[in-house]
């Protein structure tokens, strides 16, 4: 551990091909022509890909001898081909004019 170089990454973990559904996300919708409206939604995600990244982290100087290094997240990438998303049912019904676009 001596010859631990913090800046280099250590371990990367891709994954591809990942499609999830969301169920109950908070919702804020701020038109520019119509009031603010807080709401909940369902969304499903397909086509996604998610590569972490990470690399050693030398204990604080001040810390007692035999801390090991930890682990830590250096990076993080996500990207999805598609993203839909549907608006629950607001006071205003705002959601039929959200769920339109």
């Known amino acids: 551990l001596n010859d631990l170089n913090a800046s280099e990454e250590v371990l990367r973990i891709s994954a591809w091909g990942i ?9 804020y ?8 409206a807080e709401c909940t939604g369902d969304a499903i995600a397909e ?5 972490l ?3 050693w ?3 604080p100087a001040d ?5 090991l290094p930890q682990l830590v997240m250096c ?3 996500i990207e999805m081909a598609s ?8 006071d205003w019904s705002l959601s039929t004019i959200v769920n339109a676009l």
């Not at 810390?63 to 801390?67: E, F, I, R, V, Y």
Request: glycine share 6%; charged share 20%; hydrophobic share 35%.
């Open 75 to 77: 990076s993080r990438k």
């Open 47 to 51: 086509g996604m890909s998610l590569d």
């Open 53 to 55: 990244a990470f690399r």
């Open 19 to 27: 499609s999830a559904h969301f169920y109950g996300l908070k919702v």
């Open 57 to 59: 982290q030398r204990p």
């Open 83 to 90: 993203l839909d998303l549907w608006v629950h049912q607001t």
């Open 29 to 36: 919708v701020c038109p520019t022509s119509l009031i603010a």
């Open 63 to 67: 810390s007692p001898d035999g801390t």
